[in-house]
Each structure stands twice: as structure tokens, then as C-alpha cells.
T-cell receptor, first 115, second 115 residues
């Protein structure tokens, strides 16, 4: 079974630009979560999607948004980039359907650098 | 809300020596507990998980962890460390009861292995 695939793996943007990151979950997984990883803050939860609906959202500004398609693939978008948005963005899929938190299967991440 | 504390930011051990990485969690109900490992430039890989039952759980790569409810701890151990174990290790806690609760991660412990 193929793992979680994230594209692009690396990208460089300048302040004020916007970026879209893509994530393809493991086949059969309908839950997709996004995390931001930085050296200072560790892994911080951005949001989770399940069956095209945002089911949970972390404490990030509205510049961070996401969506999920009918095939469970997900995208996240960051608008008006700031230097502090430089981070590794990790996508994870889960076989969880409802209720309790299940284990997450992570992709290799998209490393965003904002200049 | 859940929280996870990994008291050790960086640990250095000699190859062949034993290892224990500490994890303390805060959660009002029965938790799901996980340990993940992240090699440089990679995503997170699940080492082991605890849901219920035997409090000593075995994982991949020779790792084990023990759940101690009285101490709110879930420490990771390995009897003999290999150079390839050098990586960052994350403890995470999830909810074992209904509720759209994301996994919460500790800030990680970086493991260095010396000859």
C-alpha cells in the first residue's frame, strides 16, 4: 500500500505570496490532518478533514485554510505569507472514522521557506 | 485538553548502551499514547502505541514503552542502542472517548548516538 504523498517537497516563497500544498492519503483513509512543525514550537495541529468536511481546527489565523476532495486528497493554502510561516508542513492520514483519535500515518512533509 | 511533556530536549548515548526517553501526559480520561520517530528530512514513523490492556507494549526496531497511570507517564526504552537510532522522538496523546480531538505531540527529544 502506498504511503502518504505530499507535494511539493520543497518550496521557496517570498513574503506576501500564497502557497498551496497537496496531500494524497493512504488508500481507504478518509481522515487527513495537517500539522506545522517548527524548531521552536514543535508539531502544531492545523486542521483535520473527513469526508470533505473540516472536523477540527487548530489555533491558526484565517490565512491558513484547507479543503478535502471527494477522493480524500487534501490541500492546504497559506495566503499572505509571513517569515514565521517557514516550516515543515506535515500531512497525516488516519483510518479513523469517528470518535476517538486514531493513529496517524505521516507523509514526508513539504518544507516551506519564506524569504 | 491534553498535553504532553518530554523533559529531555537532547540525549546522547553510546552505541550499545540502554536508552530511556521520558514522556509525561496530562489528560482527564483514558488516553491513547503513541511514540513516533523522525529521521532528518523525513516524516514521522509510528514506533508503538498503547490503547488498553498490557501496560508494556512492544514496538518496531526493538523499542518498548510502559504505561504508568499513577505517574501519567509513557516512557520509551531500548536495551541496546544502534547508531541508526539517532533521530528525534515524539510522544503523543489522543483521546479514547468520542470527540473530535487531534493527537497532541510533545516537543520531541533528539537522540544522538556516539561510538
Amino acid at each position: 500500500k502506498a504511503g502518504v504523498t505530499q507535494t511539493p517537497r520543497y518550496l521557496i516563497k517570498t513574503r506576501g505570496q500564497q502557497v498551496t500544498l497537496s496531500c494524497s492519503p493512504i488508500s481507504g483513509h478518509r481522515s487527513v490532518s495537517w500539522y506545522q512543525q517548527t524548531p521552536g514550537q514543535g508539531l502544531q495541529f492545523l486542521f483535520e478533514y473527513f469526508s470533505e468536511t473540516q472536523r477540527n481546527k487548530g489555533n491558526f489565523p484565517g490565512r491558513f485554510s484547507g479543503r478535502q476532495f471527494s477522493n480524500s486528497r487534501s490541500e492546504m493554502n497559506v495566503s499572505t505569507l509571513e517569515l514565521g510561516d517557514s516550516a515543515l508542513y506535515l500531512c497525516a492520514s488516519s483510518p479513523r472514522t469517528s470518535g476517538y483519535t486514531g493513529e496517524l500515518f505521516f507523509g514526508e512533509g513539504s518544507r516551506l521557506t519564506v524569504l | 485538553a491534553q498535553s504532553v511533556t518530554q523533559p529531555d530536549i537532547h540525549i546522547t548515548v553510546s552505541e550499545g548502551a540502554s536508552l530511556e526517553l521520558r514522556c509525561n501526559y496530562s489528560y482527564g480520561a483514558t488516553p491513547y499514547l503513541f511514540w513516533y520517530v523522525q529521521s532528518p528530512g523525513q516524516g514521522l514513523q509510528l514506533l508503538l502505541k498503547y490503547f488498553s490492556g498490557d501496560t508494556l507494549v512492544q514496538g518496531i526496531k526493538g523499542f518498548e514503552a510502559e504505561f504508568k497511570r499513577s505517574q501519567s507517564s509513557f516512557n520509551l526504552r531500548k536495551p541496546s542502542v544502534h547508531w541508526s537510532d539517532a533521530a528525534e522522538y515524539f510522544c503523543a496523546v489522543g483521546a479514547l472517548q468520542p470527540g473530535n480531538t487531534p493527537l497532541v505531540f510533545g516537543k520531541g527529544t533528539r537522540l544522538s548516538v556516539i561510538a
